[in-house]
């Protein structure tokens, strides 16, 4: 891996996706490819893919350059900066490895140490018997008791199989590098990407947990019209419909109101660090 040369960064946090096992519906990492843009986000660094991808699993484009020049475009993890006024935001986002992931994990932490990051952000994605009516559940945990207390979240007590974001946390747990995670409950009868809904869950979580704020541009209206598309499809399909109303009757039994005190204190909050530039909360 090879940084370029930009001096001291402030704050920084590291903020990753990862395509693949951790990505139902590819939204985390949208959440990451939407704040590359809506941070302005310069390309930092990238692993080479040789060690850690099979080429035949994920393979290589080919692209043309001013319709001539062919180029090709390798699949691999690749860093970017964002610069903003309270700190800076180091993203991640790539393909999960398809080997050596004890290697891979070490490169990210040594390029974490080199940058002093001092707190790595993942965001995932997996699919629930959730239903697509009601906000999306965003569970978030911590590595560390201390770092869990610091920032009201919980231990994570998964136990099973997992993918390259529990192995990176384990790697930053064996660094002393304090490490979330957050992860959206896509509703598992509408899997295929994209899932803006829960792309812009996640990003709440994010601007919630850095108080850093996220321009959401038309992200809010493309997750209204997605619900509305997957309300017109449970319409006709009776026993699709039934099955979202007993979710729904799960939900509204076993969980507190979403509109708690709590959450409206949220939202405003985020509707403020944008400076009143979005549609404020209801």
């Known amino acids: 891996m090879t940084v370029e040369e930009i001096g001291a960064l402030r704050d920084p946090v590291l903020v990753a996706a990862f395509e693949g096992w951790n990505d139902a519906a590819d939204a985390a990492t949208a959440a990451v490819e939407h704040l590359e843009i809506a941070w302005s986000a310069r390309p930092l660094a ?10 035949q699993v994920n393979r290589p484009t080919v692209t043309l350059v001013n319709g001539e020049t062919r180029r090709i475009q390798w699949p691999t993890t ?20 398809n080997m050596r992931w004890r290697a891979f994990c070490d490169e990210l932490i040594a390029i974490a140490h080199e940058l002093e990051v001092d707190l790595c952000v993942t965001i995932g994605a997996l699919l629930a018997d959730a239903p697509h009516t009601r906000p ?8 560390d008791s201390a770092t869990a207390a610091r920032l009201h979240l919980d231990r994570s007590r998964y136990e099973g199989p997992t993918g390259i974001v529990g192995v990176f946390h384990d ?19 509408v899997s295929q990407p994209p899932c803006p809904k829960a792309t812009l869950a996640l990003l709440h979580r994010i601007e919630d947990l850095l108080e850093l704020p996220v321009p959401l541009g038309d992200l809010p209206d493309s997750a ?13 399909d009776s026993e699709v419909a039934e099955y979202v109303r007993s979710l729904e009757q799960r939900d509204d039994i076993t969980e507190l109101p ?21 549609t404020p909360p209801d």
Request: hydrophobic share 35%; aromatic share 10%.
């Open 78 to 97: 690749r860093l970017s900066l964002c610069r903003l006024e309270q700190r800076d935001v180091v993203l991640v986002r790539g393909l999960e490895p």
């Open 224 to 236: 209204r019209v997605w619900e509305r598309g997957v309300d017109e499809l449970a319409e006709e």
């Open 171 to 189: 790697a930053c747990l064996r660094a002393e590098l304090p490490s979330v995670s957050f992860w959206a409950a896509v509703p598992h009868y």
């Open 258 to 278: 979403e509109a708690s005190g709590d959450q409206i204190a949220r939202e405003f909050e985020r509707y403020l660090r944008r400076g009143g530039d979005d």
């Open 46 to 55: 990238a692993i080479d893919p040789d060690d850690y991808y099979d080429f």
């Open 136 to 143: 999306i559940p965003v569970t978030g945990t911590a590595s």
